[in-house]
């Protein structure tokens, strides 16, 4: 669409058919109008090198626009030049795409919801039943019946199925979620994560770690070393000598993280596929579907974080990861 402006009244001087098919305004409506001003709807205000056209009906136009001046052999200016195109479509994509995008803000917080459900509040009547049976076993087993042992034993099984199937359900939705950077406090985490693994009994883990806080993807990263810690317990050969050092290392906008165990290792012709889902590189015995370590390449790569890992049979897996961080780092004084 093209029209000519008069640069001292604002008149429009001339414009071309596709304008007046445009607007619905004949030509002569156009040209006895006292400013182009009139033209522009008044949201249009407010848009910069995009505006907003009033049709004659009232229904809006929203078009881009670029003004060339039109000068005499003095340079003096005689009138401005301008194009419309008509962005209709492109507006009501963006608007459409705007609109996907609080869709998916909800979505996200709903998740973020979900996931906070099965990460404490189901979880945490799971761990009392598992603690509760646990102390029966202990100090009433030998008085119990026969078929009294074999009933709390299912119930056991029951509720570490039960835990088990929170945890992949929630690794069903990490790919999806999109979290804000808060403050992640690395013993208070630890803590947690030991109660959720349900760390045997002389089983050890020490925290190496110059700095208590800092500022990251705070249940990205939970959920990362939850996976590699609970997979080095539940993989081990001797509960009773088990140990996990977890070593953090601030590297300035990112961190060191070293997670080892002195665990069985991972013979040489399974290193390749350690990161693939359903890969189970131990005993059948051993609870788990073989999604944690595909889970943590996912969600580090989700960061932009790298990981690698080194073992040795019969001495034990080190796994070493380069985790994001952002302001608000606090070491230890």
């Known amino acids: 669409m093209f029209v000519s402006v008069n ?18 305004y004949t030509k002569e409506e156009l040209l006895n109008l006292d400013s182009i001003a009139e033209l522009y709807h008044p949201e249009s205000l407010s848009i910069r090198e995009e505006v907003i056209l009033r049709k004659k009906t ?30 209709s479509r492109l507006i009501e994509k963006r608007q459409k795409l705007n609109k996907l995008n609080e869709t998916l803000k909800a979505k996200n917080e709903q998740q973020a919801t979900l996931f906070h459900i099965l ?9 009392t039943v598992e603690h509760l049976s646990q102390w029966i076993l202990e100090d009433k087993g030998n008085n119990l019946t026969a078929t009294s042992l074999e009933n709390l034993s299912m119930l056991r099984v029951v509720n570490k199925q039960s835990y088990r199937l929170t945890q992949d359900l929630v690794s069903l939705f990490i790919n999806d979620l999109r979290e804000v950077p808060s403050i992640f406090n690395l013993s208070r985490t630890m803590e947690t994560i030991k109660r959720r693994v349900f760390l045997p009994d002389g089983f050890k883990i020490t925290i190496l770690s110059s700095i208590t806080s800092f500022k990251t993807f705070n249940f990205l990263l939970t959920e990362v070393l939850y996976n590699l810690i609970s997979n080095a317990v539940k993989h081990h050969h001797n509960f009773q000598e088990g140990e996990i050092k977890v070593e953090v290392e601030d590297q300035g906008k990112q961190i060191l993280i070293k997670i080892g165990d002195n665990g069985p290792g991972i013979i040489e012709n399974l290193k390749k596929d350690i990161f693939e889902p359903l890969k189970k590189f ?21 960061v932009g974080g790298k990981v690698d890992f ?11 990861l380069l985790w994001p961080i952002f302001e608000d780092t606090q070491e230890i004084k």
């Open 7 to 24: 640069a001292l009244t604002e008149k429009i001087i001339e414009c071309n058919q596709a304008l007046i098919d445009t607007l619905g």
């Open 58 to 87: 009232g229904e809006k136009l929203y078009v881009s626009f670029s003004v060339t001046a039109v000068k005499d052999k003095e340079g003096k200016i005689l009138y401005s030049r301008g194009i419309w195109r008509d962005i």
């Open 119 to 127: 990460s404490h509040d189901i979880q945490s009547p799971i761990r």
């Open 282 to 302: 131990h005993a059948d015995n051993v609870e788990g579907y073989g999604m944690g370590l595909a889970i943590v390449k996912k969600i580090i790569d989700q």
């Open 310 to 320: 080194a073992s040795m049979v019969g001495k034990g897996t080190t796994f070493k």
